[in-house]
């Protein structure tokens, strides 16, 4: 906890430094200043996950004159959207091989929605999997193609002695069911979550006939990003290179990595 709060401390300074420098130069006015996170907390259901938690990252922008002070803007942007803002700020245009729109108007108007939606994906991470998500204000929905496999959050966070401590009550028998969702096995193949009544996406809504209008509309939305984008599911699953129990390296953590190509030759001889 300790190294946290100095790695915290130490960020904070850094920032400030970077806005003094600004303030310095006297280039405030024509400065946009944008501070992200890449994702979640490194902790179960978090990090590598699809849901808020492990995808919904701060974003904050400091523009002198040009952005309110103090103020909150609950728009969608995806991280997509930062090339496409910062060609248009600068006055390029956006090149028409270039995904994402422009966050530029929620600098000066933050209740103006750029986009209805916005697409998460997770590939493997340490582990196998593969799910894609669409958010839409109100709603998640959540493809899981290989439900098979457990929700296993990233090895730092498996050797971590959160999950450590999870295991063992999982194993005594003293987990409520919301908290084996790293563990359960099989997962749902659909996940649909109102993000309204239930922001930390606990009740899954996919199989509710009084949800089923909206598990198909955001169904749709999400096959037809899939199609746009030429998603695909790989021809054959690349080997975990730490174990899901312990965090421990695998035989499969050999470098450099395997092509896919040598990965299936491998598999065809097995």
């Not at 501070?35 to 995808?55: C, E, V």
């Not at 309110?68 to 803002?85: N, T």
């Not at 006939?209 to 899939?226: C, E, F, G, N, P």
Request: aromatic share 8%; with cysteine.
């Amino acid at each position: 906890m300790a190294l946290y709060y100095d790695e915290a401390t130490r960020l904070d300074r850094f920032v400030g430094d970077v806005m003094e420098g600004v303030r310095d130069q006297g280039i405030a006015q024509n400065t946009l200043i944008l501070f992200i996170s890449d994702n979640g907390r490194p902790f179960p259901r978090d990090k590598t996950t699809l849901y808020d938690s492990g995808i919904r990252t701060p974003m904050f922008a400091v523009w002198k004159d040009t952005i309110a002070p103090r103020s909150v803007c609950k728009e969608l942007v995806s991280s997509i959207d930062l090339g496409a803002g910062f060609l248009e700020l600068a006055g390029v245009k956006q090149p028409s091989s270039m995904d994402g729109k422009s966050f530029a108007p929620l600098l000066k108007n933050p209740e103006k929605s750029v986009r209805n939606y916005c697409f998460a994906e997770k590939h493997w991470h340490d582990y196998e999997d593969h799910s894609r998500a669409v958010r839409s204000h109100r709603y998640k929905y959540i493809l899981n193609d290989y439900n098979d496999l457990p929700m296993t959050p990233p090895a730092d966070a498996v050797r971590g002695p959160v999950f450590q401590a999870m295991l063992k009550l999982h194993q005594a028998g003293k987990l409520k069911a919301q908290q084996q969702q790293c563990l359960t096995l099989p997962r749902p193949r659909e996940e649909l979550y109102d993000l309204v009544n239930d922001p930390h996406e606990l009740n899954n809504l996919a199989h509710r006939d009084a949800y089923q209008t909206v598990l198909k509309k955001h169904r749709d939305i999400l096959q037809s990003w899939r199609l746009t984008t030429n998603d695909k599911i790989p021809a054959i699953r690349t080997p975990d290179e730490f174990d899901r129990q312990t965090g421990g390296v695998t035989p499969a953590r050999i470098r450099p990595r395997p092509s896919k190509a040598q990965m299936k030759k491998t598999v065809s001889k097995e």
